[in-house]
Nanobody, 121 residues
Framework: VQLQASGGGLVQAGGSLRLSCAGS????????MGWFRQAPEKEREFVGS????????YYADSVKGRFTISRDDAKNTVYLQMSSLKPEDTAVYYC???????????????WGQGTLVTVSS
């Protein structure tokens, strides 16, 4: 599967953005999907994920209550709605897909190219 992330940009602290991750080449249905991010000079870190059915979501403590992951399998797309953004959320955001179906846990087998989110103070 090829994953295309979009929706990044510059936003003021306290603002919102919605990232999209569109899959092509195969369906994302039945695969756990998620988002990671990498800030300058830092390791890539987990942001959140959604299980294969869309019934369960998981979030890093740093974004819990502010970010929401959802999926629309009919559009082959996963979303990351980000609210109450903080300067420390500034990073390149990457979407990822499992390579095995019907799993609740995200173990990335495929990555998108990343989209930059910059939050100004």
């Amino acid at each position: 599967v090829q994953l295309q992330a979009s929706g990044g940009g510059l936003v003021q602290a306290g603002g919102s953005l919605r990232l999209s991750c569109a899959g092509s080449g195969r369906t994302i249905s039945a695969y756990a999907m998620g988002w990671f991010r990498q800030a300058p000079e830092k390791e890539r870190e987990f942001v959140g994920s959604i299980n294969w059915s869309g019934g369960r979501t998981y979030y890093a403590d740093s974004v819990k209550g502010r970010f929401t992951i959802s999926r629309d399998d009919a559009k082959n797309t996963v979303y990351l709605q980000m609210s109450s953004l903080k300067p420390e959320d500034t990073a390149v955001y990457y979407c990822a897909s499992n390579s095995r179906r019907f799993s609740d846990e995200l173990k990335p087998g495929y990555w998108g190219q990343g989209t930059l989110v910059t939050v100004s103070s």
